[in-house]
């Protein structure tokens, strides 16, 4: 539950030197990516997109996954072919951080044991972890959970073994972000793939989850409008596959399939940082003359210079996304605070500056290996 766990930590953060609410927005919402993401694509401030490319990411794929890591490398205007890439400034889509890493194809069980192996594994050095499934793991009739002894018991199971192992992960690792993804579908409708889809969407809704909602991007035409089988089910829209024979089991997108998935992914990570930044509030340091902080993300030492005693604060504190307090100290007139984080896990953290007036801000802020 990312976006209400975040909106949580932020409150814990704050309730304890004003008790008021007044800096966050009202409700909470899941941060969904889906076909409209596309176009949103073109929205994305360009004075973000350097925060963007710091977030540090890990993805493990099979084939559909290569597909979107080439299409991210386009964007980056780091491929010479197809020619489209080229027209793309390098790296100013910079997605050098994001890191797509092959596994095998072990089927549905073995791919959420493949994801929480190399979450505990890794995870020090990642901020944001996922992986997806493969259109494989939805064809009715060709293996679990939907193979020729299918039955909505097994579909049950298998959903439970996805969203409880996802769930642990979240919980346990609270200063990460878990991103959810849709099964990527065929040119043909798939009962199981659309019912399982319709699980996930459903749960990410519902629990404010983040979710890269790959088969809805890949089921609408340039126009948005839905493609779906006789039988409702939805459809990967063929001139975005690379496979176009009748009947074709698979869509791995081609190059215009595969830039569209690629856009939408930044405008994911577009979200995901936007959920935690000082837009959430009125008065942000973003822009603050009279407040430095840097490096940002840092690895050993954080300097936060106050350059004129910013008036009404007397302390500042470190709090993980879970809202636990990690550092507090009293600041002294005109400090200059050589701050030693390296006591800290790699992660998002919130460094927030308070008063006896209840005055409070709050900075997002990365600390690296």
């Given amino acids: 539950m990312k976006a209400l766990f975040i909106l949580t930590a932020f409150i814990l953060c704050l309730s304890s030197i004003s008790g008021e609410e007044k800096y966050f927005p009202a409700g909470t919402a899941p941060i969904v990516a889906d076909y409209r993401a596309v176009e949103s694509f073109n929205q ?19 084939s559909v996954g290569t597909t979107i890591d080439n299409a991210l490398d386009c964007l980056q205007g780091t491929r010479t072919n197809p020619v489209e890439c080229t027209t793309y400034t390098d790296y100013k889509f910079d997605r050098r951080k994001w890191v797509f890493q092959g ?27 996922t992986f997806k499934f493969c259109y494989l793991d939805g064809l009715d009739g060709l293996q679990e959970p ?48 659309d019912t399982l889809n319709s699980l996930i969407r459903s749960y990410c809704r519902q629990q404010g989850k983040i979710l890269f909602d790959i088969a809805d991007i890949q089921c609408h035409d340039n126009a948005g409008v839905l493609q779906k089988s006789a039988k409702g089910w939805q459809v990967a ?14 869509c791995h997108p081609n190059w215009d399939g595969g830039i569209r998935i690629a856009k939408a992914f930044w405008w994911m990570m577009y979200q995901v940082h936007s959920s935690l930044t000082d837009t959430f509030f009125p008065h942000e340091f973003g822009s603050d003359p009279d407040v430095r902080i840097f490096p940002n993300p840092a690895t050993h030492i954080l300097h936060i210079d106050l350059q004129r005693n910013y008036p009404g604060f ?56």
Wanted: charged residues 20%; proline residues 4%; positive net charge.
């Fill in 314 to 369: 007397s302390h500042y504190e470190i709090c993980s996304v879970s809202g636990e307090k990690m550092y507090h100290k009293v600041i002294q007139p005109d400090e200059i605070i050589e701050l030693k984080v390296d006591f800290l896990t790699p992660g998002v953290y919130f460094l927030r500056f308070t008063g006896e007036s209840g005055i409070s801000r709050i900075k997002k802020i990365v600390i690296t290996n």
């Fill in 237 to 250: 829209y063929k001139p975005f596959c690379g496979e176009q024979q009748a009947g074709a089991q698979a």
């Fill in 44 to 62: 994305i401030p360009v004075t973000v997109l350097s925060l963007l490319s710091s977030y540090r990411l890990a993805f493990r794929h099979a």
């Fill in 103 to 129: 596994r095998p194809n072990s089927g549905w069980f073995g791919k959420i044991n493949d994801f929480v192996t190399e979450v505990n594994v890794q995870k020090n050095n990642f901020d944001i972890l």
């Fill in 146 to 193: 939907c193979g020729s002894n299918f039955s909505q018991q097994k579909m049950k199971q298998a959903w439970d073994y996805y969203r409880i192992n996802m769930d642990s992960l979240e919980k346990a690792n609270p200063s990460k972000f878990f991103v959810w993804i849709t099964i990527p579908l065929t040119q043909v409708g798939q009962f199981c793939t």
